[in-house]
């Protein structure tokens, strides 16, 4: 998010998800697609069937290694070398776009600068990539006229995050590869609601639509809608507050509709938080490892249950109905409010509908959006007026950044927090299953994927398990430095030697025990994707 | 621009009216267009023409025998009669001889209300028994937990074919056997397992009859007896549409939406079986409040969470909240209690979540999950 942002101006999309069929190239990178994200996957065979040509950037052998023309099996946390040295190569081979770099982006000479030691020999040496598939890759993706790069969690979820997003920004404005229809950068989004989330302004530096509330006229344009001081101290990160609570100055929290006890990082620091809070509000569907440490839990409503709108990973906004009557009889919207009044700051909604008339006309790139407009299809922010169509392709004129530019920001190779060594000689890395979902609180109580996807199977390689002497199926221990589960094996080519991989949907099997407590310095989000374990046969 | 519109447009008459499209378009989908109807049982937009199934067959003057019009492209021109004694004659004739082999058991049948065949039977005024001949009597296929395959109602129109292999590229079930003894079917007949199937339902979802349904949905409610109510999907970021099917206030099955910009009626398996939990009886319907003294935090708690909290209306606990909040305010400052939202939630639970906190508890301590 913060990546994207600094290089084009927006945390979000380029372009939209039906484009993808008429790319010619798609590099498709930390995106286990197929089955983190199903149906964009289907967009990807469209593509495929219409001829693209596929680059796959993951250290696991995924499903769409199958369709692609390079496989870039990089070496967990090492994304900046891999991108920095495919634009040495295209640099070294003259493939860049210089007529886009010269008229629509800026720092381009440091990037240059930064990017001459990653040679080739430089780059497979960090990144485990034989050089025939950095030049492969770096030619296939410079030379094409419509290329997209397709980024899911495998690039954020690390200490370097937010760099590695920048790198992705980096190659993309090299080639002049932003700003055409099938022709940009689609960060997929792994919750339903990340984009609107993030777009809603529950976040302590910025209110709706990332108006910064360090900016005077921001805070007063909310007073006056509000009706309210603007507070003026600094606001807390999530991961701010959880380490306050363990330090002892930070008391209540009210979490709505997230399991933060199962699926955040390092799980026993956030339980020692949670633990030490004075007054903890858990608002969710069912009991979960974080309801476990309430002392209030209030129930809430699905998604079935209430009106209201999600804001999908190209940025439209799109509704959500009422089917059934809420089984606890109150909406989260409608929580919310009463307890707000009873607080003395009466809120007095009728309907969700109010509560997005109130956003669109605080929200420059929300202010067209109301729910008569999108009835029948969502619309794709920035829809700034109610005659605005939407915006299916961003920065097709210029970059929402000062100047109207793109910036190259120069990066170096920093790697995983923790690496492995001889007591925790494997690399874990954590992400999602095609038939669970998160917590899997939902997923876990729908009995015929039960039947499917039972249990949690770590996934070793050949290589590793004969070095172990497990086989299929047998149980061991995954330890790391700060905790251990117990979990059956399933051994496969899909990890290559020296990795394995753990999902986070299972309750019993806890990954996040496991995970490290590394952190993306500028985002907060924890290095899900890379930490040292060991394992033992049990 | 105009002009290069201009040359690609083409002008045909169909039915005797003149209708202008792009070049490039089928005789069917000009039809489609123009709200002129045509049959079809092999057709669906997600998938390439097939021209299988026969009943959309045209004549198009100048051509001797009638052509299908979802293989048939649109020329400058073109005079196309839909319906004539002679194509209505072909298209019955075409559905008599599927239902010579069909059970024909529509009373009792989930898809009635919402088969095609049953559809076009009613149409053309078909009746069941012009022929007769050997039938199929197989066994029905439901080992797995989502999809129920009775080969006997199939009409061989190879959608759930071509979308398993052409849009989800899995490959799982193709055509198997020969002449009469062809039927859509997994390699060696084996049943779907996670290692070749990622039952995702499109081929449920393209079915025109009841060949393939949705297991979970069986005997729950046909078409006639449930609402459908349009809505986004509620697991992962790419924002597909569908239906829900609710039946008595129950939520009996997810339904495609064709009309959906990202997804057009495509889902997977979450989207399309994932609903159970919905009305699970794990779910919470009760505010509950922490057991005066009871300070168990461990993970035992789930397994028996009554033992550590207790029912409580909405009023004793929502009072409870926003008392221990004014509380904390007061005690320790703004600046000590906090707001963590989620991408589960809706954009206005995100919008009131950040509100309430800074506008109620007076603190920027707001943040949500997307940066985890």
Redo the contacts between chains.
């Keep these: 998010?913060a990546g994207l942002a600094t290089s084009l101006g927006a945390g979000a999309a380029s372009n939209s998800?039906?484009q993808i069929k008429d790319a010619d190239v798609l590099f498709i990178f930390g995106s286990n697609t197929t089955e983190?994200?199903?149906?964009?996957s289907?967009h990807v065979?469209?593509a495929?069937?219409n001829g693209a040509r596929i680059i796959v950037g993951d250290p696991r052998r995924i499903d769409l290694v199958k369709?692609s023309d390079v496989w870039l099996n990089l070496k967990p946390g090492s994304n900046i070398a891999l991108l920095n040295g495919l634009i040495h190569i295209i640099l070294k081979e003259g493939l860049q776009n210089n007529e886009f770099i010269g008229s629509r982006t800026e720092g381009f000479d440091d990037l240059k600068e930064a990017v001459k030691k990653y040679t080739p020999e430089y780059t497979e040496k960090i990144t485990g990539v034989s050089i025939d598939r950095l030049e492969k890759a770096a030619r296939l993706y410079a030379k094409a006229d419509k290329a997209m790069i397709l980024y899911g969690l495998g690039v954020t979820e690390h200490r370097t995050g937010t760099e590695n997003a920048m790198a992705i920004a980096n190659l993309a404005l090299a080639c002049g590869h932003l700003g055409r229809p099938s022709t940009g950068i689609m960060a997929?989004?792994?919750?339903?609601?990340?984009?609107?989330?993030?777009?809603?302004?529950?976040?302590?530096?910025v209110?709706?639509g990332y108006q910064y509330?360090s900016k005077p006229e921001v805070r007063e344009k909310?007073e006056r809608a509000?009706g309210?001081?603007?507070?003026t101290?600094?606001?807390?990160?999530?991961?701010e507050?959880f380490d306050k609570a363990v330090e002892g100055?930070?008391?209540?929290?009210?979490?709505?509709?997230?399991d933060?006890a199962q699926?955040?990082?390092n799980l026993n620091h956030i339980?020692k938080a949670?633990?030490a809070l004075?007054?903890f509000?858990v608002c969710?569907?069912?009991?979960t490892?974080t309801?476990?440490?309430?002392?209030?839990?209030?129930?809430?409503a699905?998604?079935?249950?209430?009106d209201?709108?999600?804001?999908?990973?190209?940025r439209?906004?799109?509704?959500?109905?009422?089917?059934?009557?809420p089984?606890?009889?109150?909406?989260?919207?409608q929580?919310?409010?009463?307890?707000?009044t009873?607080?003395?700051?009466e809120?007095k909604y009728s309907h969700?509908s109010q509560?997005?008339d109130?956003?669109a006309s605080l929200t420059p790139n929300y202010g067209g959006i109301s729910y008569e407009r999108i009835e029948?299809?969502?619309i794709q922010w920035p829809c700034p007026t109610k005659d605005h169509p939407g915006t299916t392709t961003l920065y097709e004129q210029q970059f929402n950044r000062p100047g109207g530019k793109a910036l190259f920001v120069s990066l170096e190779h920093i790697g995983s927090g923790e690496i492995p060594d001889a007591e925790y000689p494997y690399v874990l890395i954590t992400g999602r299953r095609?038939?669970h979902?998160n917590n899997g609180?939902?997923?876990r109580?729908?009995?015929?994927?039960m039947?499917?996807?039972p249990e949690e199977l770590i996934e070793i390689n050949l290589a590793d398990a004969k070095k172990l002497n497990i086989a299929n199926g047998e149980m061991v221990r995954v330890s790391s430095r700060r905790g251990q589960i117990n979990v059956k094996v399933n051994v496969t080519e899909r990890s290559q030697a020296g990795n394995v991989f753990l999902a986070f949907h299972y309750?019993d099997a806890l990954s996040n025990l496991l995970t490290s407590g590394y952190r993306?310095s500028i985002?907060?989000?924890?290095e899900y994707k890379s930490c040292a374990v060991r394992i033992d046969k049990l | 621009m105009t002009t290069a519109i201009m040359e690609d447009t083409i002008t045909l008459t169909i039915n005797g009216k003149a209708v202008t499209s792009e070049s490039g378009k089928t005789v069917l989908q000009v039809c489609r267009e123009n709200g002129i109807y045509v049959p079809t049982l092999c057709y669906d937009e997600r998938l390439e023409a097939y021209g299988g199934c026969r009943l959309c067959i045209v004549e198009i003057k100048g051509q001797v025998r009638p052509l299908s019009s979802c293989t048939t492209p649109i020329r400058e021109g073109m005079e196309v009669t839909t319906e004539s004694d002679r194509i209505t004659r072909l298209r019955k004739t075409v559905l008599e001889l599927l239902l010579s082999n069909h059970p024909n058991d529509c009373m009792f049948c989930d898809k009635a209300g919402s088969c095609a065949l049953q559809e076009l039977v009613y149409r053309y005024g078909v009746r069941y028994d012009k022929y007769y001949g050997e039938m199929w009597n197989l066994p029905k296929k439901d080992d797995n937990p989502f999809i129920s395959y009775d080969p006997n109602k199939c009409v061989l129109c190879s959608r759930c074919v071509n979308i398993c292999q052409n849009v989800v590229m899995k490959g799982t079930i193709d055509m198997t056997g020969r002449g009469f003894y062809s039927k859509p079917d997994t390699a060696f007949s084996k049943p779907l397992t996670p290692d070749i199937c990622v039952f995702c339902g499109q081929c449920v979802s393209t079915c025109p009859d009841a060949a393939l349904t949705e297991k979970q949905a069986m005997g729950k409610g046909r078409v006639g007896s449930v609402d459908r109510v349009r809505t986004t999907c509620t697991y992962c970021g790419t924002g597909c549409n569908f239906y829900l099917n609710v039946n008595n206030g129950k939520i009996v099955k997810v339904t495609s939406d064709y009309e959906a910009p990202v997804n057009r009626g495509n889902l997977c398996v979450k989207g399309r079986f994932g609903y159970d939990f919905i009305q699970h009886p794990d779910r919470l319907t009760k505010p509950l409040i922490r057991r005066e003294g009871v300070d168990d935090t461990s993970p035992e708690v789930l397994k028996n969470p009554m033992a550590v909290f207790r029912e409580a209306e909405w009023d004793e606990a929502l009072d409870l909240v926003a008392s221990k909040f004014a509380e904390l305010k007061a005690k320790y400052g703004n600046d000590s209690v906090g707001g963590f939202s989620s991408s589960r939630c809706t954009n206005e639970e995100n919008y009131l979540l950040a509100k309430w906190v800074r506008a109620a508890l007076g603190t920027n301590n707001v943040d949500n999950c997307a940066r985890v």
């Design positions: 998010m998800l039906e983190g994200h199903p149906i964009v289907l065979n469209n495929i069937r369709f997929l989004r792994g919750q339903n609601n990340v984009q609107g989330a993030s777009d809603m302004g529950p976040s302590p530096a209110c709706t509330v909310f509000w309210v001081a603007f507070p101290t600094t606001g807390l990160k999530s991961v507050m100055t930070f008391k209540g929290l009210f979490v709505m509709g997230a933060t699926t955040d990082a339980w949670f633990d004075e007054f509000v969710d569907l069912f009991h490892h309801t476990r440490f309430a002392d209030v839990i209030l129930p809430g699905s998604f079935a249950e209430k209201g709108t999600f804001t999908n990973g190209e439209r906004v799109q509704r959500i109905r009422k089917a059934i009557e089984l606890c009889g109150k909406a989260e919207w929580v919310l409010q009463e307890i707000s009873r607080m003395g700051y809120m969700p509560i997005m109130e956003i029948k299809q969502g095609l038939e979902y609180s939902m997923t109580r729908v009995r015929g994927i039947e499917l996807a309750d993306d985002a907060g989000t924890p």
